[in-house]
T-cell receptor, first 109, second 114 residues
Framework: RKEVEQDPGPFNVPEGATVAFNCTYSNSASQSFFWYRQDCRKEPKLLMSVYSSGNEDGRFTAQLNRASQYISLLIRDSKLSDSATYLCVVTGTASKLTFGTGTRLQVTL | DARVTQTPRDKVTEMGQEVTMRCQPILGHNTVFWYRQTMMQGLELLAYFRNRAPLDDSGMPKDRFSAEMPDATLATLKIQPSEPRDSAVYFC????????????FGEGSRLTVL
């Protein structure tokens, strides 16, 4: 079983739709959680951290469920510019960051 | 605008040749990571350093790969000899150990081994 698993997608949604991605992790000792965004043929960039209490940044909401070992990302009112691959990231021992393979989102007109 | 710089951006080489990739982390960052990205495996951690000391290189094939930080402004990843299965995009990223989770990535080195 992979340490971090994501549905690869693609998720094809119309502009204005709400879309949610989940990510599961296998190490119950994982300490920190993040979502990164990667545009086609570009480098990954930090989108947001995921806190135990959940957090929101504009149209983006991230949540953590430690009991079930998953994190989620919700995007409301999708824009064309949201089209990208979203990478789930988990840190474990010695601050090692492990990336999921990513979920691809395509927002269409 | 501070950023991580990687060279070369693109490299095409023949099987058996030595490949060296270089990375200049953001000034002041004390952690440096090397990742390899392929369509099938996603981003795989090859090695990482904190204050120039190697902390984890368990993801790296030791027989052909080596990673070093000769000084705080330079990290290198070397493959010798290269094989077609090494074809991938290699990313270097840097960050601060106290701000773990926020990594700044370079634009990547796209390697093709024929």
């Amino acid at each position: 079983r992979k340490e971090v698993e994501q549905d690869p997608g693609p998720f094809n949604v119309p502009e204005g739709a709400t879309v949610a991605f989940n990510c599961t992790y296998s190490n119950s000792a994982s300490q920190s959680f993040f979502w990164y965004r990667q545009d086609c043929r570009k480098e990954p960039k930090l989108l947001m951290s995921v806190y135990s209490s959940g957090n929101e940044d504009g149209r983006f909401t991230a949540q953590l469920n430690r009991a079930s070992q998953y994190i989620s990302l919700l995007i409301r009112d999708s824009k064309l510019s949201d089209s990208a691959t979203y990478l789930c990231v988990v840190t474990g021992t010695a601050s090692k960051l492990t990336f999921g393979t990513g979920t691809r989102l395509q927002v269409t007109l | 605008d501070a950023r991580v710089t990687q060279t070369p951006r693109d490299k095409v080489t023949e099987m058996g040749q030595e490949v060296t990739m270089r990375c200049q982390p953001i000034l002041g960052h004390n952690t440096v990571f090397w990742y390899r990205q392929t369509m099938m495996q996603g981003l795989e951690l090859l090695a990482y350093f904190r204050n120039r000391a190697p902390l984890d290189d368990s993801g790296m094939p030791k027989d052909r790969f080596s990673a070093e930080m000769p000084d705080a402004t330079l990290a290198t990843l070397k493959i010798q000899p290269s094989e077609p299965r090494d074809s991938a995009v290699y990313f270097c990223a840097s960050g601060l150990s106290q701000g773990i989770g926020e990594l700044f990535f370079g634009e990547g080195s796209r390697l093709t081994v024929l």
